[in-house]
C-alpha cells in the first residue's frame, strides 16, 4: 500500500517540474532587463590632516659594535672624533682629511661612494692616497661593519647642521680633499 502513494508522489512531483509547455508560454511575458543607471559617485573620504606624528617615522639605527671600534681605531685619528677634519694624525697633510661636518661636501657624495672610499681608500674614488684603503671591510659578511661607519660618517653632518650660524660661510674642499 505504502508503495502506490511512493510512486504516485514521484509521479506527480515530476509533472510539477515539468509543466504544460503550451500553458506556460501563453503566460510568459517578454523579459527585459531594467534601464542600466550608474552607480552613485562613492562619498569623498573624510579630510582629515595627518598628524606629525603619525607621518614622522623615526628611523633608529643601531650602530654596531665593530663599525664604532674601526671608527675610533682608524678613521678617527685623521678625521677626528667629531669627523671635522682635525685628528691628530691628519695635521699637516696635504690635503687634509674631509671635513665631514661641511653640509656641501655631504651634499656632493652619495653613501656609496662613502663605502667605497672606506673599502678602497682615497685613492680608489679619485681622492688622496694618503687615505688608506681597509680591504679588511671588503666582503659581503663585513657590509654592516661598512654600512655603520657610512652612518657614522652622515651623522657628523646632521649633528652639525643645528648649530651652523646665517652668517657663516659654507666651507668648501679643495677636489683633493680625501674622503
Not at 573624510?46 to 607621518?55: L, Q
Not at 681605531?73 to 672624533?81: D, Y
Not at 653613501?111 to 666582503?139: C, F, H, R, W, Y
Request: charged letters at 15%.
Amino acid at each position: 500500500m505504502k508503495r502506490p502513494i511512493i510512486v504516485a508522489a514521484v509521479l506527480l512531483f515530476a509533472a510539477a517540474c515539468t509543466g504544460d509547455k503550451k500553458a506556460d508560454d501563453n503566460n510568459k511575458q517578454p523579459v527585459t532587463a531594467p534601464p542600466a543607471q550608474s552607480a552613485p559617485p562613492p562619498a569623498p573620504a573624510p579630510s582629515v590632516a595627518p598628524t606629525p606624528i603619525a607621518t614622522a617615522v623615526a628611523r633608529v639605527y643601531e650602530i654596531p659594535d665593530e663599525s664604532k671600534k674601526v671608527f675610533t681605531q682608524r678613521c678617527a685619528l685623521c678625521h677626528g672624533k667629531g669627523g671635522m677634519g682635525d685628528g691628530a694624525g691628519g695635521r699637516g697633510m696635504k690635503p687634509p682629511p674631509q671635513n665631514w661636518t661641511d653640509p656641501a661636501w655631504g651634499a656632493l657624495v652619495t653613501d656609496e661612494q662613502i663605502a667605497t672610499a672606506i673599502v678602497k681608500g682615497g685613492a680608489g674614488v679619485g681622492k688622496s692616497s694618503t687615505m688608506p684603503p681597509n680591504p679588511d671591510l671588503e666582503g659581503g659578511f663585513k657590509q654592516p661593519v661598512v654600512d655603520g661607519l657610512v652612518h657614522m660618517v652622515r651623522s657628523f653632518a646632521a649633528a652639525a647642521a643645528p648649530s651652523a650660524t646665517p652668517s657663516a660661510a659654507p666651507s668648501t674642499a679643495p677636489a683633493a680633499t680625501h674622503p
